[in-house]
């Protein structure tokens, strides 16, 4: 069974057009996130859900918008993708915001 | 939210030599996380420090925090090439989780 899950696992688009990755875990945990890890490895928040209320949303660009259906599910819906968009997005979640954070298999987008 | 300097940003080892990276804040920390990412894997929780001077193990791996709680350090004893990987610090404030830059370790056989 797949803790923490991902869809698509790769993603590749054109610029200008809009796309969703989709995240769902079956750990019971309250807390969500979404990360972006670039080429370097860096890896830097994005939002945080807890409960399906926004909890940390970062500074990205407002084409970037996650949704909680659920506290199951967070999904990240991306408009008018930019090069700079490409990279590794992971999902992750929690049982509160200060335990250990279990992550999804990541989603590699290229934007071209 | 808070930041942490981690150092080496690469290391490269022969199988058998000891490894260790290290994270660094200029202020006190509540605790301290610790993850390992293999090349084309997802972080993986390795363990969390929160006591000022704590060590804590795991077979290879020691796990320090520092005593005023501003720093901590990962080392592997007699590196093998299963530790390949990037080894990142993670430092949590209120609800959000800050990262180090990484570490990333090659081990040649």
């Known amino acids: 069974d797949t803790a923490v899950s991902q869809t698509p696992k790769y993603l590749v688009t054109q610029m200008g057009n809009d796309k969703s990755i989709k995240c769902e875990q079956n750990l019971g945990h309250d807390t969500m996130y979404w990360y972006k890890q670039d080429s370097k490895k860096f890896l830097k928040i994005m939002f945080s859900y807890n409960n399906k209320e926004l909890i940390i949303n970062e500074t990205v660009p407002n084409r970037f918008s996650p949704k909680s259906p659920d506290k199951a599910h967070l999904n990240l819906h991306i408009n008018s993708l930019e090069l700079g968009d490409s990279a590794v997005y992971f999902c992750a979640s929690s049982q509160d915001s200060g335990n250990e954070q279990f992550f999804g298999p990541g989603t590699r987008l290229t934007v071209l | 939210g808070q930041q942490v300097m981690q150092i080496p940003q690469y290391q490269h080892v022969q199988e058998g030599e000891d490894f260790t990276t290290y994270c660094n804040s200029s202020?006190?920390?509540?605790?301290i996380q610790w993850y390992k990412q293999r090349p084309g894997g997802h972080p993986v929780f390795l363990i969390q420090l929160v006591k000022s001077g704590e060590v804590k193990k795991q077979k290879r791996l020691t796990f320090q925090f520092g005593e005023a709680k501003k720093n901590s350090s990962l080392h592997i004893t007699a590196t093998q090439t299963t530790d390949v990987g990037t080894y990142f610090c993670a430092v949590l404030s209120g609800s959000r989780l800050t990262f180090g830059e990484g570490t990333q370790l090659t081990v040649n056989p």
């Open positions: 202020t006190t920390l509540s605790n």
